[in-house]
């Protein structure tokens, strides 16, 4: 064993690789949440306490409709990437891989639900 190089040594205990990756993706929906939230926020105000009818001839345009559904996407993709990032920091072993696996089909699937009830209303 003394003749291990440090390099030799240190090989197996590094970062996984995935750091930057996933540092870039959570920039990257923050950017694009950055410009979605004012869009979502002054398309949704236009309807806020309007009725069903209202609601769903607004919907059935296509800018507020598209506006909302990336809206909802980006944000449970973020939520997705976030919360990952809180268990692996906080939580190890199986456990880990239990909750990102929940969490990540509780995301995409509210995401899910979110996009066909948008659609439900544009079509």
């Given at each position: 064993m003394p003749f291990l190089t440090d390099r030799k040594r240190a090989v197996g205990w590094g970062a996984a690789g995935s750091g930057t990756k996933h540092f870039w993706a959570m920039k990257k929906s923050s950017v694009a949440l950055l410009v979605l939230i004012p869009f979502f926020v002054f398309t949704f105000g236009n309807v806020l306490g309007s009725s069903f009818e209202e609601v769903q001839a607004y919907y059935a345009r296509p800018f507020p409709a598209i506006i909302a559904a990336l809206t909802l996407l980006v944000g449970f993709k973020h939520f997705n990437d976030?919360?990952?990032?809180?268990?692996?920091?906080?939580?190890h072993g199986v456990m880990e891989k239990v909750l990102i696996l929940g969490m990540t089909c509780i995301s995409y699937g509210a995401a899910a639900v979110g996009v066909f009830a948008i659609a439900k209303m544009a079509l």
């Open positions: 976030g919360f990952q990032t809180l268990i692996e920091d906080y939580v």
